[in-house]
């Protein structure tokens, strides 16, 4: 009974061990990643269209949920930048900006995307996400990045510019380009150039004057707060928000209050396609870093109960006036880097920024947008990684065409067209792939009782044998590729009595592959030729027994490929 308590609550597990050093390193690390989130999560924020309270709202309850029910020792959860685009997109189709309705919307998604997740994880359907081809998903965030980073650029330049994706946001922001307010242009451009510098430069000039690295680690950590220390003191100093620089305002001083999405039919319809697109999304992404980070501290990842966790954490999301969220790259990389050693350290972290929300939001009134917005552009731009075209290009040319095509339809279409895109792409190359596996005519080598591909190795032969190693498994959509590669071998060669199946590499054979095994049989029959198996798995085996076809198989079942060959052609195998 424990150890079904443990699977579905893993805080039972790590908490049995906690001990005064994981408390000091936690609260350790909470400190530094709570300086971190505070701008962050007001900034995401501002990405997803809703007021900047809900950023910090998002980031409470649903990390110290993911604490209970998620597995990974590091990983923070809250609102990242590719989620909150996904939700700005999702919602901007249904409801307009800045009304009531948007924000329930935005819960009512959160909610949905929770149930999603949580269901998935109790299904155990943590395998779903494989079927995304990571390549394709590099693609995706590369191409999301970009338009997050132009969408930021009218806070920069304190214009009015829309667009859901690059293409419209070029052209808004062109035909705006004439109202730049050019004290919130300096502000966001100072701003946004002395994060890079913070990113590039500060870490080396703290090292030259001997201060240690842990320390130096927390000061370049802590380079958005300066800014927006700086900046709001700036707007307030100088009065600039009467001259037209646009200010974050009055943010409630609360607790996350007691929210409730939305149920109505209609709406949760609209949310239905977003709400799973944010999901796979979200849990590919978050997957990604928490096995990462758990593989440099030799520690497992249960991708089941990671969806649980974050189920758990959106459906809090929506109970507390959030919106979607899940595990950030940036944040938990700075978590385990600070020493995080229990999800304890998100549950402090969260208890840091109810204290923000309680005690230092009159603080960021005067705060400039531009500020928001340059640490979106400088957070963003680190995910675009145009090298993956490059390696794909080298590696795979259907690789190379699947991430071209999700990162222009991502770019022309929008996130939603790309994302969708990138799922389907990522389906259609593994079923391209797949129905066309590598099959090989394969001999032995002289003096071993090895086979290797004859193109490949100079190996030994029997005219009257032909040995095809399959290397995939048979199913559906290759069963029909087989089929024809065995008819176009044997029809070419006359003196061919046996076919042998090397069945090494099959891990499955599905209802329609053992159809095309039994066609398979029959016309090599009438062509007076055999058709024998060699090296069947067991639970292959398992299965064909259950049908007639191996009773009907004008051939043998080998154990070996070696003992085919020896049974088959005596002169090879001497």
Request: aromatic residues 8%.
């Given at each position: 009974?424990?150890?079904?308590?443990?699977?579905?609550?893993?805080?039972?597990?790590?908490?049995?061990?906690?001990?005064?050093?994981?408390?000091?390193?936690?609260?350790?690390?909470?400190?530094?990643?709570?300086?971190?989130?505070?701008?962050q999560s007001l900034a995401y924020a501002l990405l997803a269209g809703l007021p900047p309270e809900a950023g910090l709202y998002a980031s409470i309850v649903p990390i110290m949920l993911y604490a209970v029910f998620g597995t990974s020792r590091a990983l923070a959860v809250g609102p990242v930048a590719v989620?909150?685009?996904?939700?700005?997109?999702?919602?901007?189709?249904?409801?307009?900006?800045g009304t009531m309705g948007y924000a329930v919307a935005a819960l009512s998604l959160a909610g949905l995307s929770g149930v999603m997740l949580l269901a998935m994880g109790l299904f155990?359907?943590?395998?779903?996400?494989?079927?995304?081809?990571?390549?394709?998903?590099?693609?995706?965030?590369?191409?999301?990045?970009?338009?997050?980073?132009?969408?930021?650029?009218?806070?920069?330049?304190?214009?009015?510019?829309?667009?859901?994706?690059?293409?419209?946001?070029?052209?808004?922001?062109?035909?705006?380009?004439?109202?730049?307010?050019?004290?919130?242009?300096?502000?966001?451009?100072?701003?946004?150039?002395?994060?890079?510098?913070?990113?590039?430069?500060?870490?080396?000039?703290?090292?030259?004057?001997?201060?240690?690295?842990?320390?130096?680690?927390?000061?370049?950590?802590?380079?958005?707060?300066?800014?927006?220390?700086?900046?709001?003191?700036?707007?307030?100093?100088?009065?600039?928000?009467?001259?037209?620089?646009?200010i974050v305002g009055e943010v409630p001083q609360s607790l996350p209050p007691l929210t409730l999405p939305s149920f109505s039919p209609d709406l949760l319809a609209q949310l239905l396609l977003p709400a799973f697109l944010i999901s796979i999304i979200g849990f590919v992404e978050s997957i990604s870093v928490a096995q990462t980070l758990a593989a440099k501290k030799r520690q497992?990842?249960?991708?089941?109960?990671?969806?649980?966790?974050?189920?758990?954490?959106?459906?809090?999301?929506?109970?507390?006036?959030?919106?979607?969220?899940?595990?950030?790259?940036?944040?938990?990389?700075?978590?385990?880097?600070?020493?995080?050693?229990?999800?304890?350290?998100?549950?402090?972290?969260?208890?840091?920024?109810?204290?923000?929300?309680?005690?230092l939001t009159p603080l960021i009134y005067f705060l400039p947008k531009a500020t928001l917005a340059a640490t979106i552009i400088v957070a963003v731009l680190s995910l675009v990684d145009f090298s993956i075209l490059k390696r794909s290009w080298n590696y795979s040319k259907a690789d190379f065409a699947a991430v071209l095509a999700t990162i222009l339809l991502t770019l022309i279409l929008g996130v939603e067209a790309?994302?969708?895109?990138?799922?389907?792409?990522?389906?259609?190359?593994?079923?391209?792939?797949?129905?066309?596996?590598?099959?090989?005519?394969?001999?032995?080598?002289?003096?071993?009782?090895?086979?290797?591909?004859?193109?490949?190795?100079?190996?030994?032969?029997?005219?009257?044998?032909?040995?095809?190693?399959?290397?995939?498994?048979?199913?559906?959509?290759?069963?029909?590729?087989?089929?024809?590669?065995?008819?176009?071998?044997v029809a070419k060669d006359k003196s061919i009595r046996h076919v042998i199946l090397q069945c090494a590499a099959i891990n499955e054979i599905d209802l329609s592959a053992l159809e095309s095994l039994e066609a398979i049989n029959e016309r090599l029959k009438e062509m007076d030729v055999k058709l024998h198996l060699s090296e069947v798995k067991g639970p292959v085996m398992d299965r064909l027994k259950r049908e007639h076809f191996l009773s009907e198989m004008t051939g043998q079942v080998f154990l070996s490929q070696f003992e085919a060959t020896k049974a088959l052609g005596p002169a090879l195998a001497s």
């Open positions: 009974m424990k150890t079904d308590m443990s699977r579905y609550l893993p805080i039972l597990s790590w908490g049995r061990t906690y001990n005064r050093t994981a408390l000091s390193n936690d609260l350790v690390a909470a400190l530094i990643v709570t300086i971190m989130l505070i701008p989620v909150s685009l996904m939700t700005a997109a999702a919602l901007s189709n249904i409801v307009e900006q155990r359907l943590g395998f779903v996400a494989n079927f995304l081809s990571h390549p394709v998903i590099a693609g995706f965030i590369t191409a999301s990045g970009i338009i997050i980073a132009a969408s930021q650029l009218k806070h920069i330049l304190g214009i009015n510019a829309e667009g859901h994706n690059l293409l419209e946001l070029v052209i808004s922001l062109t035909e705006h380009l004439n109202e730049t307010n050019w004290i919130t242009a300096i502000i966001g451009i100072l701003a946004t150039g002395f994060l890079f510098w913070v990113r590039k430069g500060l870490k080396p000039l703290l090292k030259r004057f001997g201060l240690p690295d842990g320390l130096t680690g927390v000061l370049v950590k802590t380079g958005p707060v300066a800014v927006v220390v700086a900046t709001t003191a700036a707007v307030w100093g100088f009065g600039l928000a009467e001259q037209g620089v646009k497992r990842i249960d991708p089941d109960q990671e969806l649980i966790g974050l189920g758990a954490a959106n459906l809090g999301a929506s109970l507390t006036g959030g919106f979607p969220v899940t595990g950030g790259f940036s944040r938990s990389v700075v978590n385990f880097d600070a020493g995080a050693e229990t999800p304890a350290a998100g549950a402090f972290t969260a208890v840091g920024l109810a204290i923000a929300a309680l005690a790309g994302v969708s895109a990138g799922v389907g792409l990522s389906i259609l190359l593994h079923l391209y792939k797949s129905s066309k596996p590598h099959i090989a005519e394969v001999g032995q080598v002289p003096g071993t009782e090895h086979f290797r591909n004859i193109l490949r190795h100079d190996v030994i032969t029997h005219p009257s044998i032909v040995t095809l190693r399959v290397d995939e498994s048979l199913y559906f959509a290759n069963a029909r590729y087989l089929e024809d590669k065995i008819q176009e071998r």
